[in-house]
């Protein structure tokens, strides 16, 4: 792994992201019902004292509000005067100054709406990554060590579940189970109403008081997956000839497994480790919305539904940069850890 | 291309040896097969109409208006109606033909009222709404059916042309390799780092899609996943001497990926099915569940979802979707954990 390996594949990354957002840039570019067809719609609903039904087709929607020349500056104020690839450079020359635009819901820069949303995805992320390590890594070893006991088929059931369901149902039945019917959880948010005026300890309470059910749907589905490949390279591992070896010399059963092939087991994990660099921005927008959390997935989807396309594009250029990174690091963390490995 | 060797035979074996997925298939394909005739024993209309001497079978045919049967509308008939008035004008002992009505006399579309309450009603025998009613007053189960036959249909037509691209691509990519697998690799990373149904959500806000239309954004944006494994497997295979020999004879590139390169690439490819399957129906249920997904009124699980997170009181819309969905969903990933253990079983050493 050298330098010039990492500067090509950094290098690599930009006709990527270019690809990425240009594709994404043109369909919000063809969309009737665009930040125009809104403003005109709001003007017009104004305009006609009630609230005006018009269909997601604005073309239908009769300019009366507005005059020509008024159209004609929102849409230049919204870019859309000109073609896709020149708006889309416009847009690019204002990225490369981090200069993301601003919104057409909220009338204020891209990055404060995100800057807004960040603290809430921040904790999730955070927490859930770190659950998902505290839970996976010890659950795996011993699944491991115990195959085919009691222990290991019954949190297979468990993990299986997690497998297969998607976390937003997991989602809805924990919200129906214990928010609704039992009520031992709040049904959504992330903090109380009256949270400023708690103590700091009654604070954290409370916060996770609100988090717990969304923390198990979020953690759910990494759960799985993390924990299985836990089990099974661990597993891989112990039938390795060099443990069998360790265990021929004389060494116990728990120091053969943790000096020697513990170690080398945390190789796959490494794979997907890179991606824990977008944990603030990971909030699924399904679960967000079931849980009524403002995070930075609920964002996006908020973003969609107003068509408020600078805020949909910055999360999307965010995200994308995030995760090209997060493969990057992935590829780093595995060359690291196992000298096998050789990127060239 | 369909010989079945030996050892696609031993691996069949291996898959019926694994109980759970074993059955686990029966019971889908079982489910499968009672859900596309549905109509038959879940819906409005009747099995047989015994009118005036003559019989009616209207389950499959255009709709009988009202007037068919001596009503006073033109409308399609309201065959339980109809059952309660024959039934009545019997009682009274005039002669009245009959009516035989499916086990659940409610099809998916058609909305029923009680006396009492507001819906979403419950459960009841009583009315035969053996799951209760979602808000609109349809009944659940209708729904439920309806809406598996629509998730397994969509999602395995999803998976089949989603795979015929990606298949098609990744095999040439190892085949050709040079500048088109550059190329190719490009678009390939392009097009896995676009976030799926984002971007699908983006697509659907703009066109309200069709069952084709919103399949055709789906394969457009999710055609990539099976790329890599054909590309690699193609490029191993390429390099094995019978493909060579089939070059040397004067074979086409498409005769030799499609006699021989897929064949030998069956097993990958049949592997990945029931994710896919599986993956089809929870972002079908996500977009529906969001609203961009199929149009309304098409029943849909996403949407029985929705009205039931909506309405958590009705216990019964989101409780009957979501013990469906992990049903389901937990029964596809045992037949896909069976297919894979068959296909390439792992022999572990216990430490005692």
């Given at each position: 792994?050298?330098?010039?390996?990492?500067?090509r594949?950094?290098?690599?990354?930009?006709?990527?992201?270019?690809?990425?957002?240009?594709m994404?840039?043109?369909?919000?570019?063809?969309?009737p019902?665009?930040?125009v067809?809104?403003?005109?719609?709001?003007?017009?609903?104004m305009?006609d004292?009630?609230g005006?039904?018009?269909?997601?087709?604005g073309?239908?929607?009769?300019?009366?509000?507005?005059?020509?020349?008024?159209?004609?500056?929102?849409?230049?104020?919204?870019?859309f005067?000109?073609?896709?690839?020149?708006?889309?450079?416009?847009?690019?020359?204002?990225?490369?100054?981090?200069?993301?635009?601003?919104?057409?819901?909220?009338?204020?820069p891209v990055?404060?709406?995100?800057?807004?949303?960040?603290?809430?995805s921040?904790f999730?992320?955070?927490?859930?990554m770190?659950l998902?390590?505290?839970?996976?890594?010890p659950?795996g070893?011993?699944?491991?060590?115990?195959?085919?006991?009691?222990?290991?088929?019954?949190?297979s059931?468990?993990?299986?579940?997690?497998?297969?369901?998607?976390?937003f149902?997991?989602?809805?039945?924990?919200?129906?189970?214990?928010?609704?019917?039992?009520?031992?959880?709040?049904?959504?948010?992330?903090?109380s109403?009256?949270?400023?005026?708690?103590?700091?300890?009654a604070k954290?309470?409370?916060l996770f008081?609100?988090?717990t059910?969304?923390?198990?749907?979020?953690?759910?589905?990494?759960?799985?997956?993390?924990?299985?490949?836990?089990?099974?390279?661990?597993m891989?591992?112990?039938?390795?000839?060099?443990v069998?070896?360790?265990?021929?010399?004389?060494f116990?059963?728990?120091?053969?497994?943790f000096?020697?092939?513990?170690?080398?087991?945390?190789?796959?994990?490494?794979t997907?480790?890179?991606?824990?660099?977008?944990?603030?921005?990971g909030g699924s927008?399904?679960i967000?919305?079931?849980?009524d959390?403002?995070?930075?997935?609920?964002?996006g989807?908020?973003?969609?539904?107003?068509?408020?396309?600078p805020?949909?594009?910055?999360?999307?250029?965010?995200?994308?940069?995030?995760?090209?990174?997060g493969?990057?690091?992935?590829?780093?963390?595995v060359?690291s850890?196992d000298?096998?490995v050789?990127?060239e | 291309?369909f010989?079945?060797?030996?050892?696609?035979?031993?691996r069949?074996?291996r898959?019926?040896?694994?109980?759970?997925?074993?059955?686990?298939?029966?019971?889908?394909?079982?489910?499968i097969?009672v859900s596309?005739v549905?109509?038959?024993?879940?819906?409005n209309?009747?099995?047989?109409?015994?009118?005036e001497?003559?019989?009616?079978f209207p389950?499959?045919t255009?709709m009988?208006?009202?007037?068919?049967?001596?009503?006073?509308?033109v409308?399609?008939?309201?065959?339980l109606?109809?059952?309660?008035?024959?039934?009545?004008?019997?009682?009274?002992?005039e002669?009245?033909?009959?009516?035989?009505?499916?086990?659940?006399?409610?099809?998916?579309?058609?909305?029923?009222?009680?006396?009492e309450?507001?819906?979403?009603?419950?459960p009841?025998?009583?009315?035969q709404?053996?799951?209760?009613?979602?808000s609109?007053?349809?009944?659940?189960?209708?729904?439920?059916?309806y809406?598996?036959?629509?998730a397994?249909?969509?999602?395995?037509?999803?998976?089949v042309?989603?795979y015929?691209?990606?298949?098609?691509?990744g095999?040439m990519?190892?085949?050709?390799g040079?500048?088109?697998?550059?190329?190719?690799?490009?678009?390939?990373?392009?097009?896995?780092?676009?976030?799926?149904?984002y971007?699908?959500?983006i697509?659907?806000s703009?066109?309200?899609?069709?069952f084709?239309?919103?399949?055709?954004?789906?394969v457009?944006?999710?055609?990539?996943?099976?790329?890599?494994?054909?590309?690699?497997?193609?490029?191993?295979?390429?390099?094995?001497?019978y493909?060579?020999?089939?070059?040397?004879?004067g074979?086409?590139?498409?005769r030799?990926?499609?006699?021989?390169?897929?064949?030998?690439?069956l097993?990958?490819?049949?592997t990945?099915?029931?994710f896919?399957i599986?993956g089809?129906i929870?972002?079908?249920?996500?977009?529906?569940?969001?609203?961009y997904?199929?149009p309304?009124p098409?029943?849909?699980?996403?949407?029985?979802?929705d009205?039931g997170?909506?309405?958590?009181?009705?216990w019964?819309?989101?409780?009957?979707?979501v013990v469906?969905?992990?049903?389901?969903l937990t029964?596809?990933?045992?037949?896909?954990?069976?297919?894979?253990?068959a296909?390439?079983?792992?022999?572990f050493?216990?430490?005692e």
């Amino acid at each position: 792994m050298s330098a010039a390996y990492i500067i090509r594949r950094l290098l690599l990354m930009i006709p990527t992201f270019l690809g990425v957002t240009l594709m994404v840039f043109a369909i919000t570019r063809f969309v009737p019902g665009g930040p125009v067809e809104r403003a005109l719609q709001e003007a017009q609903s104004m305009a006609d004292g009630e609230g005006g039904e018009a269909s997601s087709g604005g073309n239908e929607l009769r300019a009366g509000a507005l005059s020509k020349d008024q159209i004609q500056m929102l849409n230049e104020y919204y870019g859309f005067d000109k073609p896709v690839l020149v708006s889309y450079a416009l847009w690019l020359k204002k990225l490369v100054v981090l200069d993301l635009g601003d919104s057409t819901r909220w009338y204020e820069p891209v990055w404060q709406t995100i800057a807004r949303v960040l603290p809430v995805s921040t904790f999730y992320g955070l927490v859930s990554m770190l659950l998902a390590y505290l839970i996976c890594i010890p659950l795996g070893i011993i699944k491991a060590i115990k195959h085919r006991t009691t222990l290991d088929s019954l949190s297979s059931i468990l993990i299986f579940i997690g497998y297969a369901i998607p976390g937003f149902i997991v989602a809805v039945l924990l919200m129906s189970c214990f928010s609704f019917y039992l009520e031992w959880f709040p049904s959504g948010g992330f903090i109380s109403d009256e949270f400023e005026d708690l103590g700091v300890f009654a604070k954290v309470i409370d916060l996770f008081y609100h988090a717990t059910l969304p923390l198990i749907a979020y953690t759910i589905g990494s759960f799985a997956v993390m924990t299985m490949l836990m089990k099974n390279s661990l597993m891989d591992n112990l039938a390795a000839d060099y443990v069998r070896t360790a265990m021929a010399k004389g060494f116990p059963f728990r120091t053969a497994v943790f000096r020697h092939a513990l170690r080398n087991s945390l190789i796959p994990l490494a794979t997907h480790f890179g991606s824990n660099i977008s944990f603030f921005i990971g909030g699924s927008f399904l679960i967000e919305q079931i849980f009524d959390i403002d995070g930075f997935g609920l964002l996006g989807f908020e973003s969609i539904v107003e068509r408020d396309y600078p805020v949909v594009m910055g999360i999307l250029a965010i995200s994308c940069v995030l995760q090209l990174l997060g493969n990057l690091l992935s590829d780093i963390c595995v060359a690291s850890v196992d000298p096998r490995v050789q990127f060239e | 291309m369909f010989y079945i060797s030996p050892r696609l035979l031993r691996r069949f074996e291996r898959f019926r040896a694994i109980k759970r997925g074993y059955y686990s298939l029966w019971i889908i394909l079982a489910l499968i097969a009672v859900s596309f005739v549905a109509e038959l024993w879940i819906n409005n209309r009747a099995l047989i109409v015994s009118y005036e001497g003559r019989l009616y079978f209207p389950t499959y045919t255009e709709m009988y208006p009202g007037n068919t049967f001596g009503l006073d509308y033109v409308h399609e008939t309201d065959y339980l109606e109809l059952q309660k008035n024959m039934r009545a004008k019997k009682e009274k002992g005039e002669k009245a033909g009959w009516v035989l009505m499916p086990l659940v006399p409610h099809g998916p579309l058609d909305t029923s009222s009680r006396e009492e309450g507001y819906a979403p009603y419950p459960p009841s025998i009583k009315y035969q709404n053996y799951l209760g009613t979602d808000s609109t007053g349809r009944d659940v189960l209708a729904r439920l059916i309806y809406g598996f036959r629509m998730a397994m249909v969509f999602s395995i037509v999803l998976m089949v042309f989603s795979y015929i691209i990606g298949i098609a691509v990744g095999c040439m990519m190892g085949f050709f390799g040079g500048w088109f697998d550059l190329v190719m690799q490009r678009v390939v990373e392009i097009w896995s780092n676009v976030p799926f149904l984002y971007v699908v959500m983006i697509v659907s806000s703009i066109i309200v899609p069709s069952f084709w239309m919103l399949l055709a954004i789906m394969v457009f944006f999710g055609w990539q996943g099976m790329t890599y494994y054909m590309r690699s497997q193609t490029y191993r295979e390429r390099s094995r001497l019978y493909v060579l020999s089939a070059q040397s004879l004067g074979a086409s590139p498409l005769r030799i990926i499609l006699k021989h390169i897929l064949p030998n690439s069956l097993s990958i490819i049949v592997t990945f099915i029931p994710f896919a399957i599986a993956g089809g129906i929870s972002s079908l249920t996500a977009l529906d569940y969001l609203g961009y997904g199929l149009p309304p009124p098409t029943p849909s699980w996403g949407e029985l979802l929705d009205q039931g997170v909506e309405n958590l009181d009705a216990w019964w819309v989101a409780g009957s979707v979501v013990v469906m969905l992990v049903l389901i969903l937990t029964m596809v990933t045992f037949v896909g954990e069976a297919v894979r253990e068959a296909f390439d079983p792992k022999k572990f050493t216990v430490y005692e």
